[in-house]
């Protein structure tokens, strides 16, 4: 048995990963059980239903036995794992017993697959779960089974590939550039801000030649926002007036809205919008752990009176386009043009604090769990 990680946290910023060694096998893990020639390993399982901000109790951590490979298969060992806000809601389609749901960079330790071989890095929705034995060579018409190699990342952190060289840079790239459209000088707020997607559209907006408002949910973020990332003002929505923010920093409307967190936040930006606004909708944050449901003024004044464009997406949609918008993230970010930052939780084990913590708003960046 392996040695097990402590539940430290750390930050990795712009995406470098001082820790990471080349033979990062000997250095993750603790997962794997090998006796008679059979592999074990460790997952989490959805166990009980969300009832507001989610337990521990709402997960359950299992041992499995894992079968002996066939041709064409490969066994991973999880390096990264990632948390998400989709997680929550989607769970309501989930049957209880289902593993937990979820990206991770995975390290290839033993294969029966040429095009694979032992130390081939591959990203894909493998769950939580710390090893998995899978052909990567059996295509899905459902993305989130897809299994793909990292691509060339240079000096960057390897779990940059769940991030912004992922399905939220993907998510930031597409969601703003083709249902916002900006143009230069357009101003532009961005909810969320602070977090995995919302961090990559400001940048990505300031690319565009805009005008970026942020809003997130602490000082500390709010000055990041500002002092590193380039937005142009940002606000704690917590204890700010929404109104007169938005007045003092956009005195003349705003033209698109990235929105993640929806409830009231999103009904004081759509009420200052400029006529013939653009929001793209990626998701409702604020309202995910309700356990009534939330009153806010309806949508339809703003929208009539103002002609807004208001459109949600999955990220789905773009699955053809994805190393379109992955090579573009990782030119911006080799260019210089783009900053991340990654919040990391040390330990498999700790992947249910992890969620938590990320549900709470305790990440900047993107929140991604080391194994």
């Not at 989607?90 to 130390?119: C, H, R």
């Not at 459209?181 to 532009?188: E, G, L, M, S, T």
């Not at 500390?220 to 929404?242: M, P, S």
Request: overall charge positive; glycine content about 10%; charged content about 20%.
């Amino acid at each position: 048995m392996r040695r097990a990680f402590t539940g430290s946290v750390y930050q990795v910023m712009y995406g470098r990963c001082r820790q990471f060694v080349p033979s990062i096998c000997h250095s993750t893990g603790f997962h794997t059980s090998i006796v008679n020639n059979t592999v074990s390993a460790k997952k989490f399982v959805f166990s009980k239903r969300f009832n507001g901000l989610p337990q521990h109790d709402n997960f359950s951590l299992e041992v499995e036995e894992l079968p002996e490979l066939k041709a064409g298969d490969v066994l991973c060992e999880a390096l990264y794992l990632s948390v998400d806000p989709y997680m929550r809601p989607y769970s309501l389609g989930w049957p209880l017993g289902t593993t937990m749901k979820g990206g991770q960079v995975a390290k290839v330790v033993e294969s029966k697959n040429d095009k694979f071989p032992i130390g081939s890095l591959l990203v894909g929705y493998l769950g939580w779960r710390t090893h998995t034995v899978i052909n990567p060579d059996i295509k899905s018409k459902n993305f989130m089974e897809e299994i793909t190699q990292l691509p060339e990342l240079g000096s960057l952190c390897p779990s940059v590939g769940l991030g912004a060289v992922g399905m939220p840079g993907n998510s930031a790239y597409f969601g703003f550039l083709e249902i916002c459209k900006p143009k230069p000088n357009d101003v532009v707020v961005v909810s969320g801000a602070a977090g995995a997607v919302g961090s990559l559209v400001g940048q990505i907006a300031k690319i565009k030649g805009c005008r970026v408002i942020g809003f997130a949910g602490t000082n500390d973020k709010v000055k990041w926002l500002e002092n590193e990332l380039g937005f142009d003002r940002a606000f704690n929505y917590k204890v700010c007036d929404l109104k007169s923010s938005l007045k003092e920093a956009a005195p003349n409307g705003v033209d698109c809205y990235f929105d993640n967190v929806g409830g009231p936040l999103s009904v004081a930006v759509r009420s200052h919008m400029n006529d013939f606004g653009r929001i793209s909708v990626c998701g409702a944050i604020s309202l995910y752990n309700d356990t009534t449901p939330t009153l806010v003024p309806c949508v339809e004044p703003a929208m009539v009176f103002k002609q807004l464009k208001m459109e949600g997406f999955l990220i789905h949609r773009w699955t053809n386009r994805f190393q379109e918008g992955m090579s573009q993230m990782l030119t911006w970010i080799q260019e210089g043009k783009i900053k991340i930052k990654e919040t990391h939780t040390e330990g498999f084990e700790n992947m249910p604090q992890a969620f938590i913590d990320m549900l709470k708003g305790g990440n900047l960046g993107k929140a991604i769990v080391k194994a």
